[in-house]
């Protein structure tokens, strides 16, 4: 899925673009380093990225994999210079600062943007790149992660436009169009892993690069008072003050992780972590089609010191489906949250250290199917396998919670957490197969070593699932990320590191690594370390 950081970075730029890199050639040569898990008191041969012999090396496919690195590194090479020579070129000398005037904010973004404009034009770009060598794995099933060594290139590029309709004191109305495409694929296809290494990753391959509209949708601003509080203009809210009590209304085509479980500190794969489960909370299945899209509406109620938002969105007809279910009566995603802004840390830390706590539920009814009934009409010799699609019903019922907090604990220091869970008897539907789930973590700014807007984050994630899903996956049941053919179950459990480096208004680097222990939930298989390279691109 490809949506769910969309909102968490500033702009976006449209890439269309398909950049599809696959390897699956076997290696006979690898570094190896040996990881001690204090709390399990096991040691284990974890292989890093594989150091493959000539003979055995697709060269083509090496060339393929770093020529759209080479054309975006000569460009973030070019782009600076080419300012540099502009300022340089200039006859007249540029005048003196006044002494006690401030230094300009750098800009984040390639080109400035005018924050009293009635439109918004922006872009982003993102190229992943993933890796990993063998790791431990006795047999692999239908929708395992590979278990020999492999390399992988996703590509997001979107283009962000809007347009301010009406705006007011109290009162302002946008309209938001977004287009997007999306290029390469995921490690093992994004298959074999709840948490899934690279949230730009859509689910489906084959349904190619061609770009999309990704969002269409209408905001509207209600105020309810004339005290006006800052806002920072996105490209979602184009009013850059905005009444301090307040209705919000988005009726559209959106990503409801745009509006709900919004985390400044985990949410963005584009300029923070990867992970599926690290960005989102793992348990919370709310209503998307295979890219992450879906048609609804989002009510907001925004106070001085607290906010709350009911979404009611589309379901897909099928699990991780691309059409979705229009017959409202009998398929809807209903999400609540409440969020309080309020310093977890109370006299502990100074007031300017901000703290927030969201509490999340969402109630799912759709055409899904009951792990148990597909695992009893197995053993009864009904099925050849389990199979969950077989005893499908319309109007059932899977409803979950969640809990997301974050505090800052210094100026350059921030953590975070999540909780979630959901009943689990139903089958994973929308976004992944999680039935509970915690994760914590921090990101520590550049501040503090003289770079400002670079970020080092670490994040730990444990999943996990119900026993009636234990047991459907145990007897071979397939869901639409995981099937190893059986399962020795064992919660999979993720450590995530990244350094985030700014090398230029908009031009981000990123080193990425990915820890995963029992990945699928399978005791039988891993550990596995992914490594990531990370080009990101704000227009």
Not at 310 to 317: I, K, N, S, V
């Amino acid at each position: 899925m490809v949506c769910r950081s969309s909102y968490r970075s500033s702009q976006r730029l449209a890439l269309a673009g398909n950049l599809s890199i696959d390897s699956n050639h076997p290696v006979n040569s690898f570094l190896s380093c040996r990881f001690l898990i204090e709390n399990r008191l096991f040691l284990r041969n974890i292989h890093l990225l594989p150091a493959p012999s000539i003979q055995l090396i697709n060269i083509s496919g090496i060339r393929k994999l770093i020529r759209p690195f080479q054309a975006l590194l000569l460009l973030t090479l070019t782009l600076p210079i080419y300012a540099n020579n502009q300022r340089g070129s200039k006859n007249a000398p540029s005048p003196e600062p006044l002494p006690d005037a401030p230094a300009p904010a750098e800009s984040l973004s390639i080109f400035p943007h005018s924050d009293s404009t009635r439109y918004f034009i922006s872009g982003q770009a993102n190229i992943i790149l993933q890796a990993h060598g063998p790791f431990h794995s006795p047999y692999d099933g239908t929708n395992s992660l590979q278990g020999r060594g492999e390399y992988k290139t996703s590509l997001v590029g979107t283009l962000f436009l809007g347009l301010q309709l009406h705006h007011n004191l109290r009162y302002a109305t946008d309209a938001i169009v977004d287009f997007e495409s999306t290029g390469g694929r995921g490690i093992s296809q994004a298959l074999g892993l709840a948490g899934f290494t690279n949230l730009d990753v859509v689910r489906n391959p084959n349904l190619g690069s061609k770009p999309y509209v990704a969002r269409v949708q209408i905001h509207q601003v209600i105020g309810l008072t004339d005290k006006l509080v800052e806002s920072d203009r996105t490209p979602y809210s184009l009013a850059t003050q905005l009444p301090e009590r307040r209705f919000e209304l988005h009726v559209g085509k959106m990503s409801l992780p745009d509006y709900f479980d919004i985390n400044s500190i985990g949410s963005d794969s584009h300029l923070q972590f990867l992970n599926w489960t690290v960005d989102n909370n793992g348990a919370w299945d709310y209503a998307a089609d295979t890219r992450g899209y879906t048609y609804g509406a989002v009510l907001e109620y925004h106070d001085r010191s607290w906010s709350a938002r009911y979404g009611l969105a589309a379901m897909p007809t099928v699990a991780n489906g691309i059409d979705l279910d229009w017959a409202f009566s009998r398929a809807t995603g209903q999400n609540f949250e409440f969020e309080l802004r309020k310093s977890l840390l109370g006299h502990l830390a100074s007031p300017e250290r901000k703290g927030t706590v969201r509490v999340l539920s969402f109630v799912n009814r759709a055409h899904m199917g009951l792990y148990r009934d597909a695992v009893n009409a197995f053993l009864a010799g009904h099925d050849p396998k389990p199979d969950i699609t077989a005893h499908e019903r319309f109007r059932e019922v899977k409803y979950g919670f969640g809990l997301n907090v974050e505090q800052e604990i210094t100026q350059n220091l921030r953590t975070f957490a999540r909780f979630g869970w959901n009943e689990g008897q139903h089958e994973s539907y929308a976004y992944t197969e999680v039935d509970q789930t915690v994760a914590f973590g921090g990101d520590y700014s550049g501040r503090g070593f003289s770079r400002p807007n670079d970020k080092i984050g670490v994040a730990f994630v444990s999943n996990a699932i119900s026993r009636d899903h234990q047991n459907y996956l145990r007897y071979g049941g397939l869901g639409f990320l995981l099937g190893d053919g059986t399962l020795n179950y064992a919660r999979e459990n993720i450590v995530e590191s990244y350094y985030n480096l700014h090398a230029w208004r908009g031009l981000y680097y990123a080193l990425n690594m990915q820890f995963i222990d029992h990945p699928g939930y399978n005791k039988d298989r891993g550990p596995v370390l992914v490594e990531a390279l990370r080009m990101h691109v704000d227009f």
